[in-house]
Each structure stands twice: as structure tokens, then as C-alpha cells.
């Protein structure tokens, strides 16, 4: 029984060749640690044969759902798939969204961990009734990006006014600072 590893095809998703020299330097020091593993790749227009699976690891950029519609459907047909089989999942695609800040930031309050509220807004318009409702000074993030990408801190209106809607993290969360 092996596993199959499923990943983003060439032209999908933000990192191409994600890990590709770890995978490489593995194969070259431990061969038999992959002698096991399958690799299939998105848009490959055929699914992987699961038969002789243990388990599936979804190796794919998130958010998946919200920034690689095409990818999720599939990586959820093969999750269905694998379900169905009773296989071990890691990474399934519905949790490849929950990194969403908007969505995060609830379940960890539900879960009961300490957290900044956020208030998701899509335009400039929702922006300024997300900054009414958490007030300043505010923290404004991409709701989908990761790695502090076209954050931005706001003292004042003042501050929140002199943005350029370029530089706006759009969709985006506001969380109080």
C-alpha cells in the first residue's frame, strides 16, 4: 500500500516546483523512501488509481477553493473518492480554505483561542464600514495571501484616506491593533 501525493499540474498554483529540490535530494539519499509514492498532478484530465493507496496527501496551495476553483474540484472529486475507499487523508481540500483569515479567525474563536476579530470587506466602500465597526488603530490583511503581503497599519482616518486603492489589501480583513 502506498500514497499518492496530490499537487498542483504546471501552470497551477503560486509556487511551481514547490519542493521540487527536497523531493529531488530525498530520491538521491533515500530512494526507498519514495519507492511508494505516487505523484498526481491537477490537471492531468485523468484521476489517480487509488487502488493500491493507504493514503492521500493533498500537497496544494491554499486558499484552494477561492484561488484555484479548478484544482479544488478535483482534489474534492479525489477526496470523495478516497473517502469512499476508507483512505487516510492529510491536507483534504475542503480544509485547504480554512486559511482564509476571515474564516480562521472564527473557528479559533469558536474553539475558544484568543484572537483579533476580523471584519472582511470585498471594495473600499466595505472597507470603511469594516474600519467603522473595529475602529483605530487598525491592521488591514489580505483575506487570501499569506506572508504579510500588502498589509497595511492605519492610525487614524487620516492614514486610512491617504491610501492608494493599489496599496489596499482588497478583498481584505480589518482587525483592531
Known sequence: MGLVIVRHGPGRGRLPGYLAPALKRLAELEPERLAGVRFHETGSGEPPDLSDAAAVFFWLADPLREMYPDCFAEAATIEACARAAGLRLVNPPSSLSNSIKSVQAKLWQEAGIPTPACVAFADRTGLEDAVARTGFPVLLKSDTLHAQ???????????????????LPIPGVASPF
Request: hydrophobic share 45%.
Open 149 to 167: 503581503e500588502r498589509m497595511v497599519f492605519c492610525a487614524s482616518a487620516e492614514e486610512l484616506r491617504a491610501q492608494a486603492d493599489r496599496m
